[in-house]
């Protein structure tokens, strides 16, 4: 399981229960080319990416929905899931655009966090937990980066600027509403400048 996987699918979850998704924002009529569910500028996300982030959301909707209910949620979380990692890479290609890169150094001592803190310091027994999980170092140093490039930018264009609308002591319901409105006036210019498809799956 790579970093963050587990909270990305109890968000999914709630965001699902709470308000149904919209559908994605450019589908095709396009069936599905073999294994891709959308293609975002030179990226494509493919139905492992999907089934990744998917696994544990799943169980949580069958302990919750049964019959055409639990289809319909199914398919609902997927198109929610693929919006979620269009999201991450028009954030990772727009940080790209500006230059921007995550000094090796924060990488390496995010790593050695992670050793001394889950694996009592012992740099084998981690190597053997990546390996387990069929995980190269690389590809571990290089989810620390982009997990990082999403938190600083989201804190750049959007934390920032919902400090700056928000009245003094908002309620938790009216900083909900303002993060949301100025996450998707931001996600939405991102998308205005990229190529992004969707390929419908039928699920």
């Not at 009592?120 to 387990?132: N, R, T, V, Y």
Request: charged share 25%; glycine share 4%.
């Amino acid at each position: 399981m790579k970093l963050q996987t587990l909270p990305l699918a109890f968000f999914i979850l709630a965001a699902v229960c709470l308000r149904l998704p919209a559908e994605p924002s450019i589908v095709t009529d396009q069936p599905q080319i073999d294994g891709i569910e959308a293609i975002v500028d030179q990226d494509v996300i493919t139905d492992i990416d999907v089934e990744q982030q998917f696994a544990e959301t799943r169980k949580l909707l069958r302990l919750n929905f049964h019959g055409e209910e639990l289809a319909t949620m199914i398919r609902k979380t997927r198109l929610k899931i693929v919006n979620t990692l269009i999201d991450r890479l028009l954030i990772l290609h727009e940080f790209a655009r500006m230059g921007g890169r995550i000094p090796s150094v924060f990488v390496d001592a995010r790593v050695k966090d992670e050793i001394d803190q889950r694996y009592a310091g012992d740099a084998k027994l981690f190597a053997e937990a990546l390996a387990d999980r069929g995980e190269t170092m690389e590809e571990f140093k290089k989810e620390i980066a982009n997990n990082s490039t999403v938190q600083y930018m989201h804190t750049k264009f959007v934390t920032s600027k919902v400090d700056a609308l928000a009245k003094t002591n908002p309620t938790a319901n009216e900083a909900g509403e303002i993060t949301q409105q100025v996450q998707k006036q931001w996600l939405d210019s991102l998308r205005a400048k990229s190529y992004v498809k969707v390929f419908p799956t039928g699920t």
